[in-house]
């Protein structure tokens, strides 16, 4: 399984545009992207998943350079909700069970 | 529609105690699985099932037992608790169609004394 590198913790006023950057150098090729979301006493929530260039959905993007060696996650216009820890996790799903592995996140604090 | 439900929510047991955590999804999904999360940890697979009847081992499985007799329930078993157990316990779902996009339960807390 691949393993990811992310910053430890991060921390961004209101309003502003947020970008948490994973490494994951041996990354496969039947990999995806994952990113989760989790608040404190709750189970992680999943946010957005990608395989190459951009993803998009209604609460995130998601950048994947060529190489797919790292990617990053956008938060547009974060608000103190937001505040969290986000893990990237990198694993397969190719008609069997996906093992993924967590890593310890980033902990995004969100300052008024 | 539930999701994932896990029972209970908080539990204290003392060592040696067994004990059985519940996890019930109603997604109609295939693979279920269960991970712990330790004080500021990520969470670590223990044990998952791609479906009915199939279980297999995660990266910490010693100390826990798994079954899946149903689509919905997948039981998780702590056999003798030790204090090393004390940790948050989650239950995932997730479809095979939909990559590594998973459903988490709300954990269950548990604490061995």
């Known amino acids: 399984l691949a393993k990811t590198t992310q910053p430890i913790s991060m921390d961004s006023y209101e309003g502003q545009e947020v970008n948490i950057t994973c490494s994951h150098n041996?990354?496969?090729?039947?990999?995806?992207i994952t990113w989760y979301q989790q608040f404190p006493s709750q189970g992680p929530r999943f946010i957005i998943q990608?395989?190459?260039t951009k993803v998009t959905n209604e609460v995130a993007s998601l950048f994947i350079p060529a190489d797919r060696k790292s990617s990053t996650l956008s938060l547009p216009r974060v608000s103190l909700s937001d505040t969290a820890v986000y893990y990237c996790?990198?694993?397969?799903?190719?008609?069997?069970?996906?093992?993924?592995?967590f890593g310890t996140g980033t902990k995004l604090q969100v300052i008024p | 529609n539930a999701g994932v439900t896990q029972t209970p929510k908080f539990q204290v047991l003392k060592t040696g105690q067994s004990m059985t955590l519940q996890c019930a999804q109603d997604?109609?999904?295939?693979?279920m699985s269960w991970y712990r999360q330790d004080p500021g940890m990520g969470l670590r697979l223990i044990h998952y099932?791609?479906?009915?009847?199939?279980?297999d081992q995660g990266e910490v499985p010693n100390g826990y037992n798994v079954s899946r007799s149903t689509t919905e329930d997948f039981p998780l078993r702590l056999l003798s608790a030790a204090p090393s157990q004390t940790s948050v316990y989650f239950c995932?779902?997730?479809?095979?169609?939909?990559?590594?996009?998973?459903?988490f339960g709300q954990g269950t807390r548990l604490t061995v004394v």
């Open positions: 995932a779902t997730s479809d095979k169609s939909r990559g590594t996009e998973a459903f």
């Open positions: 041996n990354i496969a090729t039947n990999d995806y």
């Open positions: 990608g395989y190459k």
């Open positions: 996790l990198v694993g397969f799903n190719s008609g069997g069970y996906q093992k993924v592995t």
């Open positions: 997604m109609n999904h295939e693979y």
């Open positions: 099932s791609v479906g009915a009847g199939i279980t």
